[in-house]
């Protein structure tokens, strides 16, 4: 039998199962009127109590005694998914856009098991969702009854704790704890599993505000010694960056991370999962780092002499080559989570705590013991930067072949509907150009797949962004391989009402895949195209494909016809609509560092690779 993983890679905000009470728990205040209810009738009371007002799912037989009292709710909205993969990224996306958690529903079994794939996507990208799951009555357990499936047991690596109830009073404890615990923290998502006689069951009702989990106490507030320690390092540093992560987004620190950039001067990269963090318009920002960032951000954390790693966790997509990574930096590291400070990179300073409280501090720190480091302007730090952000800009060359350019299509996107929309994307070359050419001014506006790496995020994370943001256009920018995973949605967007727009990169083939294969394959294209045998025939024909399931669909094969597509878009809001761009196969993303080499080795494209090597070389050497 396999051991448990290792502690260090283990979230220690999470309760284990010995720290949570037993759910049922319940202290009845004298005015407390009991109610007796059955429990599924618990289930969707509960829901309520805690302000739930969206719920993606699809029902079955385990799940059927919560999906009746559902029916009669006048604040939950129900939106009935094609699959329950697409519930799950639906409430991904709700949390995501909004900050609040985000619900999804299933039966046990099949449907339970496709929610594996979101919830562990939640997971990695720290991402408020609560699962509600149907189990086979209690008596059936460990029968390998009909839709049998130990849910609990195969989820508990992917989410922050995992709950089997099996008696209908420990139901509104059981769903209140869940929920506090995927909001708190680390965010993250939380499965609860409930049995079918438990459900149909009665219990007295008496609702209780508090929740109370001995041994579950994240830390928000960071240790005085830790920011006077790291306040110190900034003020002496020369070559300091600002290394944001998702953290910063989910703890909605955009405003602090901002002051502290401003008031000390240092520069800024913002990671895939940072993408709004700080607005890419700022003069201090580099750009997003690691394997497809820009050249600045990278050879900036190449060269840097300290690290202000802030919600960050040091992710291999960003560091390349761990050895060769920052190798004159000292770290600052700060994380809601402790299991992820001192996993990958040891930090000379670390800070348990929120990103808020946490900037908010190093920014109080600096003003009242260190202000006269506030008044360095860095010169010959910010000489070497601007040269590398002129010489090394993000930009592209536009193909020959007469159809789109994928990277002007998204830039048209971005310019069109500009910041304050909701982009998605699946995961790929699309992700990356996605990532690269939409300007992003403001948190919540990039959803994304980023640790996981999700082919089918798109579409229903659009569609669970649109439902929690209405008033906003919601673009879901997938790929042609990514887009047939999940586009069965595209029914529920439209008889849900759900008027999402969709842009498909369309290569005809697996892109990132067929780039790897002509830049480490010698060109060898093993089962990466995707339209193989049918050249002259598309297979599917995305246009019919959204007019069959009651969208507008529009093919775009010129970049002079891009504004006016984007444009009819735009303008459409009564039903969703999907553009197929046509692009080249071999278009490629760059800046680029290849998997496993040093950050040092970045191309900036296909024949030029940046030489910043020679430049800093020795810790110091800028003054």
Same mark, same amino acid.
């Given at each position: 039998?396999?051991?448990?993983?290792?502690?260090?890679?283990?979230?220690?905000?999470?309760?284990?199962?010995?720290?949570?009470?037993?759910?049922?728990?319940?202290?009845?205040?004298?005015?407390?009127?009991?109610?007796?209810?059955?429990?599924?009738?618990?289930?969707?009371?509960?829901?309520?109590?805690?302000?739930?007002?969206?719920?993606?799912?699809?029902?079955?037989?385990?799940?059927?005694?919560?999906?009746?009292?559902?029916?009669?709710?006048?604040?939950?909205d129900h939106v009935l998914v094609r699959h329950e993969q697409g519930a799950g990224h639906a409430a991904t996306g709700y949390a995501a856009a909004t900050g609040r958690v985000?619900?999804?529903?299933?039966?046990?079994?099949?449907?339970?098991?496709?929610?594996?794939?979101?919830?562990?996507?939640?997971?990695?990208?720290?991402?408020?969702?609560?699962?509600?799951?149907?189990? +086979?009555?209690?008596?059936?357990?460990?029968? *390998?009854?009909?839709?049998?499936?130990?849910? $609990?047991?195969?989820?508990?690596?992917?989410?922050?704790?995992?709950?089997?109830?099996?008696?209908?009073?420990?139901?509104?404890?059981?769903?209140?704890?869940?929920?506090?615990?995927?909001?708190?923290?680390?965010?993250?998502?939380?499965?609860? *599993?409930?049995?079918?006689?438990?459900?149909?069951?009665?219990?007295?009702? $008496?609702?209780?505000?508090?929740?109370?989990?001995?041994?579950?106490?994240?830390?928000?507030?960071?240790?005085?010694? +830790?920011?006077?320690?790291?306040?110190?390092?900034?003020?002496?540093?020369?070559?300091?960056?600002?290394?944001?992560?998702?953290?910063?987004?989910?703890?909605?620190? #955009?405003?602090?991370?901002?002051?502290?950039?401003?008031?000390?001067?240092?520069?800024?990269?913002?990671?895939?999962?940072?993408?709004?963090?700080?607005?890419?318009?700022?003069?201090?920002?580099?750009?997003?780092?690691?394997?497809?960032?820009? $050249?600045?951000?990278?050879?900036?954390?190449?060269?840097?002499?300290?690290?202000?790693?802030?919600?960050?966790?040091?992710?291999?997509?960003?560091?390349?080559?761990?050895?060769?990574?920052?190798?004159?930096?000292?770290?600052?590291?700060?994380?809601?989570?402790?299991?992820?400070?001192?996993?990958?990179?040891?930090?000379?300073?670390?800070?348990?705590? *929120?990103?808020?409280?946490?900037?908010?501090?190093?920014?109080?720190?600096?003003?009242?013991?260190?202000?006269?480091?506030?008044?360095?302007?860095?010169?010959?730090?910010?000489?070497?930067?601007?040269?590398?952000?002129?010489?090394?800009?993000?930009?592209?060359?536009?193909?020959?072949?007469?159809?789109?350019?994928?990277?002007?299509?998204?830039?048209?996107?971005?310019?069109?509907?500009?910041?304050?929309?909701?982009?998605?994307?699946?995961?790929?070359? #699309?992700?990356?150009?996605?990532?690269?050419?939409?300007?992003?001014?403001?948190?919540?506006?990039?959803?994304?797949?980023?640790?996981?790496?999700?082919?089918?995020?798109?579409?229903?994370?659009?569609?669970?962004?649109?439902?929690?943001?209405?008033?906003?256009?919601?673009?879901?920018? *997938?790929?042609?391989?990514?887009?047939?995973?999940?586009?069965?949605?595209?029914?529920?967007?439209?008889?849900?009402?759900?008027?999402?727009?969709?842009?498909?990169?369309?290569?005809?083939?697996?892109?990132?895949?067929?780039?790897? +294969?002509?830049?480490?394959?010698?060109?060898?294209?093993? #089962?990466?195209?995707?339209?193989?045998? #049918?050249?002259?025939?598309?297979?599917?024909?995305?246009?019919?494909?959204?007019?069959?399931?009651?969208?507008l669909g529009l093919r775009v094969d010129r970049n002079e016809d891009v504004d006016r597509a984007i444009e009819q878009a735009l303008a459409v809001n009564d039903r969703p609509?999907?553009?197929?761009?046509?692009?080249?196969?071999?278009?490629?993303?760059?800046?680029?560092?290849?998997?496993?080499?040093?950050?040092?080795?970045?191309q900036y494209a296909r024949d030029i690779r940046p030489d910043f090597s020679s430049e800093a070389a020795e810790e110091g050497e800028i003054r």
């Amino acid at each position: 039998m396999a051991g448990p993983a290792p502690a260090r890679t283990q979230r220690t905000d999470t309760p284990t199962p010995a720290s949570v009470p037993h759910p049922g728990t319940v202290r009845r205040t004298p005015s407390s009127q009991p109610e007796v209810i059955t429990g599924a009738q618990a289930v969707i009371r509960t829901l309520e109590r805690l302000g739930v007002d969206t719920v993606f799912g699809l029902p079955g037989g385990t799940i059927l005694p919560t999906y009746d009292p559902m029916l009669d709710s006048e604040q939950i909205d129900h939106v009935l998914v094609r699959h329950e993969q697409g519930a799950g990224h639906a409430a991904t996306g709700y949390a995501a856009a909004t900050g609040r958690v985000g619900v999804c529903m299933a039966t046990s079994g099949p449907g339970a098991t496709n929610l594996v794939t979101p919830l562990a996507d939640a997971h990695m990208d720290s991402v408020p969702v609560l699962a509600i799951t149907g189990q +086979q009555s209690s008596k059936l357990l460990g029968t *390998d009854a009909f839709q049998e499936a130990d849910i $609990v047991g195969m989820t508990m690596p992917i989410t922050k704790h995992s709950f089997l109830v099996t008696r209908p009073e420990d139901i509104p404890g059981a769903i209140r704890a869940a929920f506090h615990i995927a909001r708190t923290g680390r965010p993250g998502p939380v499965l609860v *599993d409930i049995t079918k006689d438990a459900q149909v069951a009665t219990l007295e009702f $008496v609702w209780d505000d508090d929740v109370e989990l001995p041994g579950y106490r994240p830390v928000n507030r960071p240790h005085a010694k +830790q920011i006077r320690e790291a306040a110190a390092l900034i003020a002496e540093s020369r070559r300091p960056v600002i290394y944001a992560g998702g953290g910063i987004i989910r703890s909605g620190a #955009h405003a602090e991370l901002r002051a502290l950039a401003e008031a000390t001067g240092i520069p800024v990269t913002t990671t895939l999962m940072a993408r709004g963090a700080f607005p890419d318009s700022h003069p201090q920002h580099l750009g997003m780092p690691g394997m497809h960032g820009t $050249v600045p951000a990278v050879a900036a954390i190449q060269k840097a002499d300290l690290l202000i790693a802030i919600g960050s966790r040091f992710d291999d997509r960003v560091t390349g080559e761990l050895e060769t990574f920052a190798p004159y930096a000292k770290v600052i590291h700060a994380d809601i989570d402790p299991a992820e400070i001192g996993k990958n990179r040891v930090a000379e300073v670390p800070i348990v705590g *929120d990103a808020r409280e946490v900037l908010s501090a190093l920014l109080e720190e600096l003003r009242g013991s260190f202000s006269a480091s506030l008044e360095d302007a860095r010169e010959s730090w910010w000489t070497l930067l601007n040269g590398w952000k002129e010489s090394y800009p993000l930009g592209y060359e536009p193909g020959d072949t007469g159809l789109c350019d994928p990277q002007y299509v998204i830039e048209r996107i971005s310019t069109l509907t500009g910041p304050e929309g909701i982009y998605t994307a699946g995961v790929g070359q #699309h992700q990356m150009w996605a990532a690269q050419f939409v300007e992003y001014e403001r948190p919540n506006s990039w959803l994304n797949s980023g640790g996981l790496g999700t082919m089918g995020y798109a579409v229903p994370a659009a569609m669970g962004a649109k439902k929690g943001e209405p008033d906003r256009v919601v673009w879901a920018i *997938d790929g042609d391989g990514c887009f047939q995973m999940t586009n069965q949605e595209l029914a529920t967007c439209v008889i849900s009402g759900i008027p999402i727009k969709v842009a498909i990169i369309n290569n005809s083939s697996l892109g990132m895949v067929r780039q790897w +294969q002509t830049l480490f394959y010698d060109g060898r294209y093993s #089962h990466s195209d995707l339209n193989t045998g #049918h050249e002259t025939v598309r297979v599917p024909d995305f246009v019919k494909l959204a007019e069959a399931y009651g969208c507008l669909g529009l093919r775009v094969d010129r970049n002079e016809d891009v504004d006016r597509a984007i444009e009819q878009a735009l303008a459409v809001n009564d039903r969703p609509v999907v553009l197929d761009f046509t692009v080249p196969a071999d278009a490629m993303v760059w800046p680029m560092v290849p998997a496993g080499v040093s950050n040092d080795s970045i191309q900036y494209a296909r024949d030029i690779r940046p030489d910043f090597s020679s430049e800093a070389a020795e810790e110091g050497e800028i003054r």
